[in-house]
């Protein structure tokens, strides 16, 4: 069983930054690629930021030149360094772990975090 667990979430002024964690544990051979949503009351879960397991990051248009997505690949751990935050950022962010792994010739699967609250005050 896999389980990831986000944490650093919380509340920051405008324009402060928070840096949010997400730690994969369990069976785990191998990760492809980890990433960050977000959902705002009454919004879709959206796509905020994903890294491969090589490194090769991509990003929202609303988090270009503000967020930056990193990984610890040794940690199962992906991070999410928010700067400048706005008071639109405000959302549960959401970790996921694509094509995880528990040996090396086992089909990857998909699984998601609970969840951490960033709110962003003005």
Do not use: H
Request: aromatic residues 10%; proline residues 2%; hydrophobic residues 30%.
């Amino acid at each position: 069983q896999v389980q990831l667990d986000e944490s650093g979430g919380g509340l920051v002024q405008a324009g402060g930054s928070l840096r949010l964690s997400c730690a994969a544990s369990g069976s785990i051979f191998s990760i492809n690629a980890m990433g960050w949503y977000r959902q705002a009351p009454g919004d879709q879960r959206e796509l905020v930021a994903s890294i491969t397991s090589g490194g090769s990051a991509d990003y929202a248009d609303t988090a270009k030149g503000r967020f930056t997505i990193s990984r610890d690949n040794a940690k199962n751990t992906v991070y999410l360094q928010m700067n400048n935050q706005k008071p639109e950022d405000r959302a549960v962010y959401y970790c996921k772990g694509e094509g995880i792994r528990y040996y090396r010739f086992a089909s990857g699967e998909d699984y998601w975090g609970k969840g951490a609250l960033v709110t962003v005050s003005t």
